[in-house]
């Protein structure tokens, strides 16, 4: 909204086209998410206080973990209201792609909501039935995938991009709605299953969305593309303010969020943030990228199958505990080191990812 208003005056006041650049709304929307973020923090930590919405904690898991019964959740509301804003001051509503991942990300977070609600509502750690819950999941990111097939502007709308290799790619034909669903619904699920200990997942989140934010310029600018011999697509360029006013409602919440936490994210924000990564990924075509830069959530995530199939299958567990942080907890490494010492792979695979550009 404002992105239009201001932009409009540079026919009257040539320094105000400064808003058509993409760079600089991108650096405003950092700025806005997080002060957003800082501004209501502490009046959304009250409120949930007040209305006793807080954390349940897992009877199963690491006996540290008991003291923080009692922390405010459901902070990611605030999260997504500080990125739904923002998108809407300084993004081209113009653009169906901004509406596409307002849509994703609203959809996942609501869908966190109602499994947050009916946590608290049970008073334990179990909200919505896996079943039902995954349902809307597919439900959502295959209404999102459809709309993206039929998006004019993607001269690649069935095509899967290999990174390494110059123009490598794949037809997934029919198969392509299978696929984005599982990209989105896993990228959802897999951040949520990150969010386990203070501060990791938001922090996680910030790092692969600032280096999918650089990725995203590049697809979206022609000449960069060119230069850089990856796809060109078009009108995806301003997805990088999304990312900016993602990357600053994280680092505004993990203020509130690292150790000891002040407030958790809850289901709300993480659904919704993941749930926005993989619609992003699907978007720009950089699915396997987001496995590289999200690694750890991969990690996460296949920790939690390996331990369930091995022992359903041989009765012995692999890890101490599921996800492998909980592993590293009970091993006796400290919350705080264990966030620190993930978030540093994090930004290692985020600079892998990065040399995709390069490496063709």
Same mark, same amino acid.
């Given at each position: 909204?404002?992105?239009?208003?201001?932009?409009?005056?540079?026919?009257?006041?040539?320094?105000?086209?400064?808003?058509?650049y993409?760079?600089?709304r991108?650096?405003? %929307?950092? &700025?806005?998410?997080?002060?957003?973020?800082?501004?209501?923090?502490?009046?959304?930590?009250?409120r949930?206080?007040?209305?006793?919405?807080?954390q349940?904690?897992?009877?199963?898991?690491?006996?540290?973990?008991?003291?923080k019964?009692?922390?405010?959740? *459901?902070?990611?509301?605030?999260?997504?209201?500080?990125?739904?804003?923002?998108a809407?001051l300084w993004?081209?509503?113009?653009?169906?792609?901004?509406?596409v991942?307002?849509v994703?990300t609203?959809?996942?977070?609501?869908?966190?909501?109602?499994?947050?609600?009916l946590?608290?509502?049970?008073?334990?750690?179990?909200?919505?039935?896996?079943?039902y819950?995954?349902?809307?999941?597919?439900?959502?990111a295959?209404?999102?995938?459809?709309?993206?097939?039929? $998006?004019?502007?993607?001269?690649?709308? !069935?095509?899967?991009?290999?990174?390494?290799?110059?123009?490598?790619?794949?037809?997934?034909?029919?198969?392509?709605?299978?696929?984005a669903?599982?990209?989105?619904?896993?990228?959802?699920?897999?951040?949520?299953?990150?969010?386990?200990i203070?501060g990791?997942?938001?922090?996680? $989140?910030?790092?692969a969305?600032l280096?999918?934010?650089?990725?995203?310029?590049?697809?979206?600018? %022609?000449?960069?593309?060119?230069?850089?011999?990856?796809?060109?697509?078009?009108?995806?360029?301003?997805? !990088?303010?999304?990312?900016?006013?993602?990357?600053?409602?994280?680092?505004?919440?993990?203020?509130?969020?690292?150790?000891?936490?002040?407030?958790? *994210?809850?289901?709300?924000?993480?659904?919704?943030?993941?749930?926005?990564?993989g619609?992003?990924? $699907?978007? !720009?075509?950089?699915?396997?990228?987001l %496995?590289?830069?999200?690694?750890?959530?991969?990690?996460? !995530?296949?920790?939690? &199958? *390996?331990?369930?199939?091995?022992? #359903?299958?041989?009765?012995?567990r692999?890890?101490?505990?599921?996800p492998?942080?909980?592993?590293?907890?009970? #091993?006796?490494?400290?919350?705080?080191?264990?966030v620190?010492?993930?978030?540093? $792979?994090?930004?290692?695979l985020?600079?892998?990812?990065?040399?995709?550009? #390069?490496?063709r």
């Amino acid at each position: 909204m404002l992105y239009q208003l201001l932009y409009g005056l540079h026919e009257y006041y040539f320094p105000f086209n400064v808003f058509r650049y993409i760079t600089f709304r991108t650096a405003i %929307a950092v &700025i806005t998410a997080s002060l957003l973020t800082f501004i209501l923090a502490p009046y959304v930590i009250k409120r949930l206080r007040r209305l006793s919405l807080t954390q349940q904690i897992r009877d199963d898991g690491p006996q540290t973990h008991l003291s923080k019964a009692g922390t405010p959740t *459901m902070g990611g509301v605030l999260i997504l209201i500080s990125i739904i804003v923002t998108a809407l001051l300084w993004m081209d509503l113009k653009n169906p792609y901004t509406w596409v991942l307002i849509v994703a990300t609203t959809g996942f977070g609501v869908i966190g909501l109602c499994d947050d609600l009916l946590k608290i509502r049970r008073a334990n750690h179990k909200g919505l039935r896996p079943c039902y819950k995954f349902l809307a999941q597919i439900l959502l990111a295959a209404g999102i995938s459809l709309f993206l097939l039929k $998006v004019p502007y993607d001269p690649y709308s !069935t095509k899967l991009s290999v990174p390494f290799f110059k123009r490598w790619l794949i037809d997934l034909g029919i198969f392509y709605i299978p696929f984005a669903v599982f990209v989105i619904v896993g990228s959802s699920n897999a951040v949520n299953l990150t969010d386990g200990i203070d501060g990791l997942a938001i922090g996680l $989140v910030a790092i692969a969305v600032l280096a999918n934010g650089l990725l995203v310029y590049i697809s979206g600018h %022609a000449g960069l593309a060119r230069y850089l011999q990856v796809l060109y697509l078009p009108m995806t360029g301003e997805l !990088t303010v999304f990312c900016g006013a993602m990357f600053g409602a994280s680092i505004g919440f993990l203020w509130y969020n690292t150790y000891p936490a002040d407030l958790f *994210m809850g289901d709300v924000g993480s659904l919704g943030l993941g749930g926005a990564l993989g619609t992003l990924a $699907v978007i !720009t075509k950089h699915e396997i990228v987001l %496995a590289i830069v999200g690694g750890i959530f991969v990690i996460e !995530t296949v920790s939690v &199958i *390996m331990q369930v199939l091995s022992f #359903k299958l041989t009765g012995k567990r692999l890890f101490k505990m599921a996800p492998i942080h909980h592993h590293f907890e009970v #091993k006796g490494w400290p919350e705080p080191k264990t966030v620190v010492r993930f978030w540093i $792979v994090g930004i290692l695979l985020a600079l892998l990812s990065l040399s995709t550009l #390069k490496i063709r």
